[in-house]
């Protein structure tokens, strides 16, 4: 296994939820202990602030919306229980009801690493979390990591697979030198992007960043059919580069799935100097989730227009819940049951209020999305697009950004420009 010493407490909890939420539904024989932490620690955070649950409710929600097979989610209950997150309820050995009891997420991340002393890991486990901790500092060129590290070759290339499978790492192929990267690392903050694009030089990169700074959650689709965002022009190397930036997940992309039909939300890091925490990383992902939602009832709306997304969001922030209305259910329904933001009251047959679950992740999120939304002021064109309208209409599943990536690269088709691939070969060579 690699040298050193191996990561425990807090810092294997966070890891090991970093690695489930990349690994989502992939079944990955070589991990055991370790995403049943991951799974542990991402339904914590899930159920805080939730009355009891009904355990045949949660097993039938738990796999499509939390990534959490249906066999697994009895063991990751017990892990939370054992570890006083939750009670259970049970008769003889069946489960029937589950009382969350889960304290603010920072500590989540602290009571699961405490827990996970009781484990012990096996080597491709250790090995990637090992890697991952070394990725979160800083992209590294492969052959010196993995020397460095001292883990056997075999072992580094089977996690190295996972990791491409996954979206949880990539390899990038310059001059010579492979460059392994992380979204982990671009996910703490916005600076450690933008002094990145200012190492490389030219314009193009910045000139993108600004405008996506000031425009938060802009649907990518809009951006490469208008080759602009809010009416300010994009070349075509610049729109090459804005869809590599978010396949790698140095942009956020959260993406709705609707059927065949997929909507990405483009967003930079989160904004700050300050290094994230997974439990801070899971705020920005809901604030980005709520903008998202905002942002297709701006854009792509069912019947009418979200004109200020802003004064739409300080209201639900200040009121606790948004004016009732036919759309409501289908503009949050998703945000609300994946990322428990909210929850609907029906105020007369098919009219529906949006109430926010008054917790402080989610206070903290929905004014992260304020300050998301209130970035710029330019032109904004909707959308009129009949097809994606309708489908926007119907069910959908919300992708988090680690995944969004992973499914823009896969569904990569067109080339880039000359002139995009020379810039991003010169980005990959600054990372290390």
Known sequence: MAAGKFLKGKQLAEFASDIQAGVGAFEVGDFDDLRIIGMAASLAVQIRGLPELDYAVLSRVSDSLFNIPTVALKPVLRTLSESGMVKLYETGKTITKIDPDVPYFEDVYQIIGDYSDQYSFNETEQAMVAIMAKLKEHPENADRLIAGMGIEKGLAQRCLTIGADSGLITQHRARGQTVLLSPVYFADNNAALADLLAKVGGTDFSYVLNILQSHQGWPLSMIIASQQVAGQPLT?????????????????????????????????????????????????????????????????????????????????????????????????????????????????????????????????????????????????????????????????????????????????????????????????????
């Open 236 to 432: 075509t190397t610049q729109v090459h580069l804005i869809k590599l930036l978010a396949a790698e997940n140095m942009l956020k992309p959260p993406t709705l799935e609707i059927g065949s039909f997929r909507e990405t939300f483009l967003f930079t890091p989160r904004p700050g100097a300050a290094r994230l925490s997974p439990g801070n990383r899971e705020i920005y992902e809901r604030a980005m989730a709520l903008l998202s939602a905002v942002r297709k009832g701006q854009l792509l709306p069912f019947s009418y227009a979200i004109n200020k997304p802003a004064i739409l969001l300080n209201a639900l922030l200040r009121d606790g819940y948004l004016g009732a209305n036919t759309e409501a259910f289908r503009q949050y329904g998703k945000v609300a049951a994946v990322f428990n933001i909210g929850y609907f009251v029906e105020t007369k047959p098919g009219w529906h209020q949006f109430h926010l679950r008054r917790t402080e992740e989610n206070e903290e999120a929905v004014r992260l999305a304020i300050m998301l939304a209130e970035g710029g002021s330019a032109r904004v064109e909707m959308r009129h697009d009949k097809e994606a309208r309708a489908l926007l209409q119907m069910d959908e599943k919300y992708v988090t950004s680690v995944l969004g990536s992973r499914s823009l690269r896969e569904r990569q088709k067109v080339a880039p420009s000359a002139a995009a691939k020379e810039q991003w070969e010169q980005l990959t060579l600054a990372l290390v």
